[in-house]
Every structure is written in structure tokens, then in C-alpha cells.
């Protein structure tokens, strides 16, 4: 079983009738790197909860590395480590002191906590500032502290929740290492949380996109570009008038065609393939942009395109 995930049919509601989560299905195999994305609101945060046993489902199955969260909730919290928004870190404890803790409350004995606290600052790159006092840590320290404090007993899984919100950009490249390492060379299955669509592209195996308590699009990052996503070709005219032409022209091409000022953008499936067909167009015309540039959809067109087309149409898509 080792660190699997599966949620199957999982429906939470809240008091005042507040349906958070309707119906999500799910499977994380065993050393995934899995993201979860979603606008604010969408239901990340409840499915995270379920997850790590915080609050229970209303119905539905959740089973974290074989254990089923409602009947064995404490073998789950054993397979698992949990970084939330929150850092609960004690700021009048010093980093050294907090990590001999966590490990004292895993079962380590006096000797081999120290031994264990010692390993994960270095770890976390926090040997120089094992003994100040946590309160006086930065953002990023803390945040680094955060994450050796989900490790100390070697979980399976690691849930991370935004785990870089508010980081600059040197301290997220430190966490984003380091979560690297764990999945890579470890084996540790992970399920994040972020805002940051660039960093689950960069890390993720794959994605789950929920939207109003739906799960609206899964697949790794080139199965939702190629399902969801469009290429941009964008035309640079030196006038107006000349844009004004080619949108005329090309207005049938693609999926849309927008027109601002001198620049023209055409969103297609298929750009390269579109080029030739369009250089022809323009050409018939007499219309010779000077700049064209074709750009591949990025997992923030993905986004806007999935939770918009459900906004309005009320699709889901899987
Ligand atoms: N304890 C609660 N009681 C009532 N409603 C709740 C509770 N917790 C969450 N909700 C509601 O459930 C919905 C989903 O919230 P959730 O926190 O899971 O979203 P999220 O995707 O994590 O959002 P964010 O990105 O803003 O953290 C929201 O409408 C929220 O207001």
C-alpha cells in the first residue's frame, strides 16, 4: 500500500448546509508528486483536512497509505507529515529545541532526537540557527523549519499547503529542493497545495484542478495543456489599421481572435500548424506584420480556461 491515496465519492458539507466538497474521486500512487490547485474557496483546504484526519467526511471514502481515515485515524497521522498555512511553531523555543520535541512526541528516545534534530536542520540548511529562538526566524527560516518538523518521524506521505506563499524567490528554490529530494530520492509521496501554478508545473507528476467542490480536470501538466490549453500567436502590425485588416482577415481562424490596438492575438489548438495558412492570408493582403511569435499555453491558461468553462457552462471535465 505504502503511500497511497484514494478518495472515492467524498462529499463534506458544513453546518448551514455549506457544501464544501461534492462528490471528489481521486488515486495518488505510491510516490507521486501530486498537486492540488483550485481557485480560493474551491475545497483544497476541506480535502486536505479529510485527509489528514483534522475533520471527518460527511460521506465518502478516504484511504491515506491503506488506512481508511474514519475507522484508523491514528495509523493514518503516523504514515503522514503535514505542513498547513499556519506554522503552530512556539516562537520561545529555539529551532534546535522544537525538533527534539516533535521527535520526543514520535517516540525517539533523549539521545536519538538530538541526533535526529541535528540531521534535519542540516537538512533544512538551519545548523547556524539551531539555537535562536524561532520567534526570531524569517518567513522563509520558519517555513523551513516547518517542513523538518513534518519529517522528523519519516513519513510516507507529506501534505504541504502552500508551502511557499509569501517566500522570496531563493527561499522558495530552497523548498522546492528540498521537496524535490524527498519525492526523487526518498520515495515520499506528495500532495501539495499552491498558488503558484508555475511551481506545480515545475514539480508535479501530476494535477487535480477542483473548482466549487468539483474535481473539473486531471492529468499531468502536458495532458491538461494539450486537453485545455491553447497556443497563442501573436502579430505585431506598424498600424492600427493594418491590425484592423488582419483581424478581418484571420477572424475565422483558430478559437478566438482578439484585437487590441496594433497587436493581434490568435488563440488556436494548433498554432505551428495554423502559421502557414495564415502567413498565407495576410500575405493575400498585402499585410506584413513585424513582430509574430507563437507561444506554447502555459498551466494558468489551463486554470482560467477550467474553472471559467464551469462557471458558465457548469461542465465537468475529467
Ligand atoms: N468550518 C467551515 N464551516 C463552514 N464553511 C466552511 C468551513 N470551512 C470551509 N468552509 C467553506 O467551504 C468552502 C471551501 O473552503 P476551503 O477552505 O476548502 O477552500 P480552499 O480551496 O482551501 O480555499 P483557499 O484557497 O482560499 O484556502 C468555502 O466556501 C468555505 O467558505
Request: charged letters at 25%; a negative charge; zero cysteines.
Amino acid at each position: 500500500m505504502g503511500g497511497t491515496i484514494h478518495v472515492e465519492n467524498v462529499i463534506k458539507t458544513f453546518k448551514g448546509n455549506v457544501q464544501a466538497v461534492k462528490g471528489v474521486s481521486f488515486d495518488i500512487g505510491d510516490g507521486e508528486f501530486f498537486a492540488f490547485l483550485g481557485p480560493n474557496g474551491a475545497g483544497k483546504s476541506t480535502t486536505v483536512q479529510m485527509l489528514t484526519t483534522l475533520i471527518k467526511p460527511t460521506s465518502g471514502q478516504l484511504t491515506v497509505a491503506g488506512f481508511d481515515v474514519r475507522k484508523d485515524p491514528e495509523k493514518v497521522r503516523l504514515e503522514i507529515g503535514v505542513a498547513l498555512q499556519e506554522t503552530g511553531i512556539d516562537p520561545d523555543l529555539k529551532g534546535i529545541e522544537l525538533l527534539e520535541f516533535q521527535a520526543r512526541l514520535f517516540g525517539f528516545s533523549k539521545k536519538s532526537a538530538r541526533i535526529r534534530a541535528e540531521e534535519l536542520l542540516e537538512l533544512v540548511g538551519l545548523t547556524e540557527d539551531a539555537d535562536r529562538l524561532s520567534g526570531k526566524y524569517s518567513g522563509g527560516m520558519r517555513r523551513r523549519l516547518d517542513l523538518a518538523m513534518t519529517l522528523v518521524h519519516q513519513p510516507k506521505i507529506l501534505f504541504l499547503d502552500e508551502p511557499t506563499t509569501g517566500l522570496d524567490p531563493s527561499n522558495r528554490q530552497t523548498i522546492w529542493k528540498e521537496i524535490k529530494r524527498l519525492n526523487k530520492e526518498e520515495g515520499t509521496t506528495i500532495f501539495l497545495t499552491t498558488q503558484y501554478l508555475e511551481e506545480a508545473d515545475q514539480l508535479a507528476d501530476r494535477i487535480s484542478i477542483i473548482n466549487k467542490g468539483e474535481i473539473v480536470a486531471t492529468g499531468t501538466t502536458n495532458e491538461l495543456k494539450r486537453t485545455f490549453g491553447f497556443d497563442a500567436i501573436f502579430l505585431q502590425f506598424e498600424t492600427e489599421e493594418q491590425a484592423q485588416k488582419a483581424h478581418y482577415a484571420t477572424n475565422h481562424l483558430g478559437r478566438n481572435v482578439e484585437l487590441v490596438k496594433n497587436e493581434l492575438t490568435i488563440f488556436a489548438e494548433n498554432g505551428t500548424t495554423l502559421l502557414v495558412e495564415l502567413i498565407r492570408l495576410l500575405g493575400d493582403q498585402q499585410l506584413y506584420p513585424t513582430t509574430l511569435n507563437v507561444q506554447p499555453p502555459s498551466l494558468d491558461d489551463v486554470f482560467i480556461q477550467v474553472t471559467k468553462e464551469q462557471e458558465k457552462e457548469g461542465v465537468a471535465y475529467e
